[in-house]
């Protein structure tokens, strides 16, 4: 036990010093971002009229709020040669940023957490009048996963991006062998406009502590947002004395984006399947690397064994996540049919009770559908299954829309009697509806589950932790939640993507840091210059007589099941190393 005391005082004592250090204040400087022109303070303004977007691409990305179609103003759509421009001003800030310190990295993203924490409320009200998300769920899915990412990066980047010494293998045990990543160059980012800070936030966070330069194309569904969001960072980076331009935004339309993936060194784009196939044949021109996520149509699992009320407020939430509208989150609802009845009475229950209005007043549960017209697709996707014999049980309401302003909500609603021939339990809905089906056996549900052309993520609810993460190791996609819908957000060591139509390669974690890297293997001598890498004299050019022989023995000495074959090859090895390097044996026969 004396043994013991000491190593107990100084562990006491480690624990008390990080305490007190976390009550010292940081020295992190603030900075001060213009954002005169985002802030509404209710009194008209000459461009604040009611406006209904165009449909077709004009050089103007208009910007409007969903909730009420007041105008915000527009952007221009930038040409291709405007495009490349950017990029190279980037690309030349990028040559002196990759020189940068992890220290300046990590005090940067200080510097953005400080600014992100105090203004919280500025933040989410930009977001939600760009995309008619509420208040509420702009904090949950803008601020608390980049807060989280930031703290990761903080944590762990650096760990993460240094050399990693790896096995030399048994031919190789006089070298040392690793792992360098270094910058790419100029990232490229086309994102989406249902989490207009996050998804600006998400590769710039990366790309940039991995010492490159990035230009992202925001949605033109939310531009306003992304313009306001990318002085935040540029501030953030005039702060700790990163070169100008570094991070950019661009805006525009198709043309903008093709410029785009053209002129960088990798791209990663958050979008559709379709439009992801356009930027997978642009960047074969150029032969950059790509990270695609596309949309899922995720699949969530409730077994018999489960507490019925508190999945069905997890499933509510689930559904309307993000206003519904602006969230692919679970798109498909497969219950076990002995709690069928219970489930979908306790779901309707809660739908009954959500409310849609302008998402600002605080009192709604849901906000405005961000994309002009798509209220009548969702529609559509419900008359299909109407008639096809599916059947609304219950749905939320919409109320205390502003006189005179567009249809840009959607009520919450339970479909139930659906099946996979319908498109609504095809396609990805991108809206607030539960379409809800039931299944016999585990064996059952995973079937339908994985009888989608998505595959991004999943949601399997059991009252047995082993049976709920037997059901979702079966289902093929990317992120798997085990009684729980939507954690892994919020774990960002965990890489985030998916598979088939829902794309490839990954965001966040180790995966997404480094895959905004070049990964480089390195190998060298490791008692240099005392032993140096010779070649055997057997194999020396102009080869021996022996030489393959040499090899078969080599081989067998290296890598041979039986330690007394290896042996016996090893004296082989040795026995015509002396050959060769006898005087007698230094020419070789005709």
């Known amino acids: 036990m004396a043994f013991w005391w000491p190593l107990i005082l100084i562990a006491f004592a480690y624990v008390i010093c990080k305490f007190l250090l976390m009550l010292i204040p940081s020295n992190v400087p603030s900075i001060d971002v213009d954002a005169s022109d985002v802030i509404d303070d209710g009194h008209p303004k000459e461009n604040s009229f009611i406006y209904i977007p165009s449909r077709r691409q004009t050089d103007k990305v208009q910007c409007y709020e969903p909730a009420t179609m007041k105008y915000l103003g527009y952007f221009p759509a930038l040409k291709p040669d405007e495009v490349k421009e950017r990029v190279a001003q980037v690309r030349k800030s990028q040559v002196v940023w990759a020189k940068s310190s992890f220290k300046q990295r990590r005090q940067f993203l200080r510097v953005l957490l400080k600014y992100i924490i105090e203004h919280q409320e500025l933040i989410c009200e930009v977001s939600s009048r760009d995309t008619g998300k509420t208040m509420v769920d702009a904090s949950m899915g803008e601020i608390m996963t980049t807060c989280e990412k930031i703290t990761w990066l903080l944590s762990e980047g650096e760990k993460w991006l240094k050399p990693e010494h790896r096995s030399c293998g048994r031919s190789m045990l006089h070298k040392t062998a690793k792992v360098e990543f270094h910058p790419l160059g100029v990232v490229g980012a086309i994102v989406s406009w249902n989490y207009p800070f996050h998804n600006l936030f998400n590769p710039v966070l990366a790309a940039v502590f991995s010492g490159n330069g990035i230009v992202v194309k925001v949605s033109e569904h ?219 056996s585990d064996e059952e549900a995973i079937r339908l589950a994985n009888d989608s052309k998505y595959g991004l993520g999943c949601a399997v609810f059991s009252g047995s932790q082993r049976r709920a993460r037997f059901i979702a190791s079966q289902l093929h996609c990317g992120v798997a939640a085990i009684n729980d819908f939507a954690s892994n957000y919020m774990c960002q060591s965990l890489p985030f993507g998916g598979v088939k139509d829902s794309g490839f390669g990954r965001f966040a974690g180790v995966e997404g840091l480094r895959a905004c890297c070049l990964v480089k293997s390195v190998v060298e001598d490791r008692w240099w210059p005392l032993i140096k890498t010779k070649i055997p004299k057997p194999i020396q050019y102009p080869v021996a007589e022996n030489a393959f022989e040499f090899q078969q023995s080599l081989v067998e000495a290296l890598y041979g099941f039986n330690v007394w074959d290896q042996l016996r090859a090893l004296v082989n090895v040795l026995k015509m190393l002396t050959e060769q390097n006898s005087p007698v044996n230094t020419k070789r026969s005709d």
Not at 293 to 303: H, M
Not at 309 to 334: D, I, K, M, T, W
Not at 374 to 388: G, T, V, Y
Request: charged share 20%; glycine share 10%.
């Open 222 to 440: 939310a531009s306003w947002s992304g313009c306001f969001y990318v002085r935040i960072l540029q501030s953030a980076l005039a702060a700790v004395g990163a070169p100008e331009n570094l991070v950019e935004v661009i805006t525009g339309f198709a043309e903008t984006g093709e410029a785009l993936v053209s002129s960088v060194d990798k791209m990663i784009f958050v979008g559709s399947p379709g439009v992801g196939k356009m930027i997978m044949r642009k960047a074969a021109d150029t032969l950059i690397p790509v990270t695609l996520e596309l949309g899922g149509k995720d699949p969530f699992i409730v077994c018999e064994d489960v507490d019925v009320p508190h999945v069905a407020q997890v499933a509510v939430r689930a559904a309307l996540q993000s206003s519904g509208q602006n969230c692919a989150g679970a798109e498909r609802f497969y219950v076990h049919k002995d709690v069928y009845s219970a489930f979908v009475a306790a779901v309707v229950k809660i739908v009954k009770s959500v409310t849609a209005g302008p998402p600002q007043s605080g009192k709604y549960d849901m906000g405005a559908i961000c994309m002009q017209d798509h209220s009548e697709r969702l529609q559509s996707l419900i008359n299909d299954a109407l008639d096809k014999g599916a059947e609304i049980v219950g749905g939320g309401s919409v109320r205390n829309i502003s006189e005179g302003a567009v249809d840009q909500y959607f009520p919450p609603t339970v479909i139930v009697n659906v099946n996979h021939q319908m498109r609504l339990m095809q396609e990805e809905a991108f809206g607030p509806i539960m379409p809800i089906m039931k299944f016999s």
